[in-house]
């Protein structure tokens, strides 16, 4: 057990049971700071509502100075981008180091959320995360966005995080190839499609 002292605000403070606790914002915070995956941590607790980033920037700003402040600005700034969970950071990050540009995060069709999006090339870039999958009903939603996206006329390329991290020339050539595949009226040069020998 590790005993830090500190004094907090109020802003800092709740009571559960009639026991005063940091509040959600600052435990996050202080969490993803010594924990040992903060980012992922701090996109966890953001994707499910535990906390809103406004939120969290407010904790932030009343712990300057103290342990782990630095580190807690460093995992805000990363999360400002508006990415939803770190594979899609990652994926933000390939597309800057290879100059590739247009895209829009978060984009909406209809009730569907896009992690990244060329919208007038119509091309879709999904990141799927184990943890996300493992509820059968986000599965299945998945499942059916893809099949609306792909009747809609868009390009749908969907990457894991083993894609990111161990084969990230071969994501950002997919990616490539699938924008130089769809000029801007969103149709399909067939000339420029080819596909793989069969295996034997």
Do not use: C
Not at 32 to 46: E, K, N, S, T, W
Request: avoid cysteine; glycine fraction near 10%.
């Amino acid at each position: 057990m590790q005993i830090r002292r500190r004094a907090l605000g109020p802003g800092d403070r709740v009571s559960r049971d009639g026991l005063t606790v940091t509040s959600r914002p600052l435990t996050v915070l202080e969490a993803a700071v010594r924990g040992p995956d903060g980012a992922a941590l701090l996109d966890r607790a953001l994707q499910q509502r535990h906390v809103t980033y406004p939120q969290l920037q407010t904790a932030h700003q009343r712990m300057q100075g103290a342990r782990g402040a630095t580190r807690a600005g460093v995992l805000l700034r990363a999360a400002a981008i508006g990415a939803e969970s770190v594979g899609e950071r990652r994926v933000l990050a390939l597309l800057e180091d290879a100059g590739i540009t247009g895209w829009v995060l978060g984009h909406r069709i209809g009730d569907w959320r896009l992690d990244v999006a060329f919208v007038r090339a119509r091309v879709a870039l999904e990141f799927d995360g184990w943890a996300w999958h493992v509820d059968p009903a986000r599965f299945v939603d998945d499942r059916r966005k893809g099949n609306d996206l792909v009747g809609a006329g868009w390009t749908l390329l969907r990457f894991t995080w083993q894609d990111l991290e161990n084969r990230p020339a071969v994501v950002v050539a997919q990616i490539r190839r699938a924008l130089q595949d769809r000029p801007e009226t969103g149709q399909i040069r067939r000339d420029s499609v080819s596909f793989p020998p069969p295996r034997p």
